[in-house]
Structures are given as C-alpha cells and as structure tokens.
C-alpha cells in the first residue's frame, strides 16, 4: 500500500484499539493519523429517543476516546482521541477529510447494504477531492466470496458451508492485527476539535436502563465478559439451550459493534476446538453461523425483505385487524403461552433474548399465529441490543422455514413441549411472569390445562391475571401445514 502524510481513520461497527484491521492499517501507512467517529444521523434520526442501542454505543465511544489518549501518551504524543462528530456520516466524513487535508481514510467493511450505499457516495465524494478510501475486512474470519462451494458458488447451506469454514482456517486468518507498536502515528487533535465528548442528551437521546443491565459496555466490559465465559466454555454444549442458566456468552453486542475482535473470540475457540473440547466446538460453530449470514447478506442481498428461498414469497399471512391484534399480543407477551410471553417480557425489559428463545417466540409468530416472519423481524430490529441485520434476517428465515436451512417447513416447533424441554422446573418463566410464581412445575407451561384447584391456590385468575391461549397450537399447526402447502404446488 502506498505510504501517506496523513490518514484518518473512520470508526464504525469496530469500537475498540486493540486488533483492529483499519487503524492497524491507517497507524502502519500513514505519518499522521487522526481518529473519527460519527453519530450518524441518518441511523440516529428514525430510532426511539430512548434506545439502550445508542447508549451503548456511547459509553462504547466514550471508553475508545480514552483508549486513544491513553495510547498516544504512552508512545509520548499529546492530546491524541477520537474525533466525535453528530451530522450525516456521508456528507460530513467528506468534509472533515478536506479540513484535516488528509490523502487517505482507513475504515473496516460493513455489508449492509445501506452501508453499502454511504460508502460509495463517501467514495465517490473522497475520490473528487483526490482522497482514497480504504476498506479492511474486520467484522468477521470470512466474508463475501472467501468460502465457497467447488463449483465456486457462495453456499446456502450451513453444514457444508461450516466444513468448509474448518478447512479453510489457519492461524493467519486469526492473527490479531498489532496497533501498539505503530502508535506513534497518531496525530494531535485540532484544538477546535478537541472539546468534550457530546453528552447523550445533546445527540438527543435519553438514558434507559442499560446501566442496571448485566451487559458492560465498551472493550473493557467486552473483556469482562470473555473471561467469566472462559470459565465456563466447557459446558456451553450442555447449558446453552436453558434460558434459565447463564450459559451462553453474553458478547452478540459486543460483536456487533466490534467492541471485542471475532478474530480473538474465533481464536480462542478454534485453540480449544483442536483439543476436543466439545462445549468449544459448539461454540465455534455459532460464531462460523455469525460468518454464514454475514456471507449470505454479501451474495444474495434479496433476502432484505424477500424470502431465500423465493418460492416462499407465495405463501400468503395473516393480514387485517385481527392480525394486527394477534401481533400486538405477541409483542407485548400476551399469547397465553407462558414461554413465549417470559422470553417476549424477557427482550422488552432487557433488549436482550436467549437464543432458545428467540426460535421459540419466531416459530409462534409465524407457525402459530400465521404472521409474516417481517413483522417479527422488526420488531426484534427495534428492540435487540445485538440487533445484526444478517443474524437477524437469518434467524427469522430460518424460523419461517423460508431461509437457507435443510429444515423441513412442516417441523414445527411446539411451544408447550419446547418449554417443558428447556425450562423444566419453569425457573425462567417465573423470572419474567411472578403472576404464575405459585404454579407447580407441572402446570406453569400450559395454566390452562391446570386443575381449578391448583389455580386458585396459585392466585391464577386465567382472562384476568394472565391471559388465556390465544390460539390452540393444534388447530394452528394445521393451518401452517395449508399455509405452505402452496409452496409444493
Ligand atoms: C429469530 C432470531 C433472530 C436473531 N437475531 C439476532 C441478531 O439480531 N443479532 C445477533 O447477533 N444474533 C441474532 N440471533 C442469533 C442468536 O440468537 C444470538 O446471536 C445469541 O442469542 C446471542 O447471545 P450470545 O452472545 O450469548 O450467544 P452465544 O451462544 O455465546 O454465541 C456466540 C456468538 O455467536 C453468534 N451467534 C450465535 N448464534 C448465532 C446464530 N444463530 N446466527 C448468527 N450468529 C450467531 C453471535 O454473534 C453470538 O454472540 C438471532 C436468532 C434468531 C433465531
């Protein structure tokens, strides 16, 4: 790569110093770097005023500004940090290249296609002024077109795109992109730049309850929560599936906006992988999944709003007032399915869901309640902190049986079942839903097949306290088998 004078790197789903491919990058070929980071508002504008997402990302900011400082002072540089900026990324990146005069900017790819479209209009407004724009792959091990079939397709499937994920590997693919010992690249902040960072409240936003979460922000909390997951990685095979126990890793936020590097998390993994260790393995393959629907996203960009598979756009939903209200219920966890409205209660309070549960819930909506599987991917758009556009549309295709998977349409999930499997002394249930506390274990995943007795000893009052099932999933399952039938035809 050419060596510049100056560079700037441009901050985005990648909020952290260490191994870090753009700033390795923009550090090893520039003189003098500077460091940006935009809140964007052409993301900012649309979304609540209350978002833990944006929070999120400010603590997240915040902490990296101190990184950078940190970082420029130990290799002797003063008033080094992050560039904060609150305008229209695609017009504002542009102009603070020509303010600072510099010849490059370094950022890491982002794949979604409104991404896709700001980069090339930031390209496109870079190249007028003479200035290059260069992008690194960073956000995952393989993207776009790396792993491929023998014909040299993209895969659609996950099982043999993950065998060919594990052949491909190799430490070179892991290697953690050193930013340290470049750091004498960074550049002092213009003094009008180099003000205090915007508060919350002046980007318009307010705070929420992500401070009494168990989900620290920044690299740091990243970190954190690597190491208490270290502990108990061994068993990840065994504990994932039970939302009542802290199983899973917790870091899907912290993978989506880069504040931990997939290369260190995929690293680790893969290290325990070749020793056998089974609870590694598995959680080696969710991370190849992660890679699968970034891939996915690349190479068939139609399923933003359309089904994988598109004989599946033929299926038609439930539509008109009264699946309005069966959709309403399901949002605000009033199906009468105790599982289904714990894990709904459980992403409202938290913005969080189990990933048991997020299959759970998507199934209901869809094969239950004969909802288009958009509908639920907006609203866990809206409301996920760890909201990824590929994981997310992957997830929802995949539960809807319209997506890339070798699942049947006509498997479907029984929620009653699919609680008394995974939660079977209804400890999550309780969690979320005290109203049904008093219940047996028995009895909490389906109140309304409990003995009167039981229900009154229980302060259960069905149609009052908690509401009756709103559909029977018998008769429902069998509309879902019609339903889909004309994709046979
Ligand atoms: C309907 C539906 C919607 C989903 N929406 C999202 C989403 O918006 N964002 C998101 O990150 N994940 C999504 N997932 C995948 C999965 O549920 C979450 O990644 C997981 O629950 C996050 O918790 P964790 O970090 O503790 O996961 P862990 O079990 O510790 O897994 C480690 C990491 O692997 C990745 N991963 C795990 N499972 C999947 C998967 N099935 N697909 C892709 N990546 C995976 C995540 O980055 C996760 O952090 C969705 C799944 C479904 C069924």
């Not at 833990?52 to 008033?79: K, M, N, P, T, Y």
């Not at 794949?111 to 209009?121: I, K, S």
């Not at 002046?202 to 690299?219: H, I, Q, R, Y």
């Amino acid at each position: 790569m050419t060596r510049y004078d100056r560079g700037l790197m441009w901050f985005r789903r990648d909020l952290r110093v260490q191994d870090n491919a753009a700033l390795h990058h923009a550090l090893k070929h520039c003189r003098q770097v500077w460091c940006v980071f935009v809140f964007d508002t052409e993301i900012l504008d649309p979304l609540p005023r209350a978002d833990r997402r944006v929070e999120f990302i400010h603590a997240s900011v915040l902490e990296l500004d101190a990184e950078l400082r940190a970082l420029g002072a130990r290799h002797g540089r003063e008033r080094t940090g992050l560039i904060v900026r609150h305008a229209a990324a695609r017009e504002d990146i542009p102009r603070l290249a020509r303010q600072l005069h510099v010849q490059a900017v370094f950022t890491n790819h982002d794949d979604e296609p409104a991404a896709l479209a700001r980069d090339a209009q930031v390209l496109g407004a870079l190249a007028h002024a003479g200035v290059m724009l260069h992008s690194h792959k960073d956000h995952v091990i393989f993207e776009r077109r790396e792993v491929l079939t023998q014909a040299g397709q993209p895969f659609g499937v996950f099982t043999p795109y993950k065998n060919a994920w594990l052949r491909k590997i190799e430490p070179f693919f892991l290697k953690a992109y050193p930013v340290d010992k470049y750091s004498t690249a960074f550049a002092p902040l213009p003094e009008a730049m180099d003000g205090p960072m915007p508060r919350l409240s002046d980007l318009d936003f307010e705070t929420t309850n992500l401070s009494k979460l168990p989900m620290p922000t920044g690299a740091s909390g990243a970190q954190t929560l690597l190491a208490d997951f270290m502990d108990r990685i061994e068993r990840y095979d065994t504990a994932r599936d039970f939302p009542a126990i802290k199983g899973p890793s917790y870091l899907s936020v912290h993978l989506r906006f880069g504040t931990v590097s997939a290369r260190q998390l995929a690293s680790l993994a893969w290290q325990m992988h070749l020793q056998d260790m089974k609870g590694a393995s598995t959680w080696l393959s969710e991370l190849i999944w992660r890679d699968f629907y970034h891939q996915i996203l690349a190479n068939f960009p139609h399923v933003v709003g359309n089904a994988f598979r598109p004989e599946y756009d033929k299926v038609r939903f439930e539509h008109g007032k009264h699946a309005q209200s069966l959709f309403t219920a399901w949002c605000e966890g009033r199906t009468g399915y105790p599982l289904v409205d714990a894990a709904m209660a459980q992403i409202n309070q938290t913005g969080y869901m189990h990933n048991r549960l997020r299959m759970v819930v998507a199934s209901f909506l869809v094969k239950d309640l004969g909802i288009d599987w958009r509908w639920g991917e907006r609203y866990f758009a809206e409301k996920l902190i760890d909201f990824d556009l590929a994981a997310n549309n992957g997830g929802w295709q995949w539960a809807a049986s319209t997506g890339c998977d070798a699942q049947p349409w006509f498997r479907i999930f029984n929620p009653v079942t699919q609680s008394e499997k995974f939660d079977p002394q209804g400890k999550f249930i309780r969690r979320y839903l005290p109203q049904l506390a008093g219940l047996s274990d028995a009895a909490i995943h389906a109140p309304w097949k409990a003995p009167e007795l039981e229900l009154v000893a229980a302060d259960v009052r069905l149609g009052q306290n908690y509401p009756n099932p709103i559909v029977d999933h018998a008769i429902a399952r069998e509309r879902t088998l019609e339903r889909y039938a004309v994709v046979k035809r």
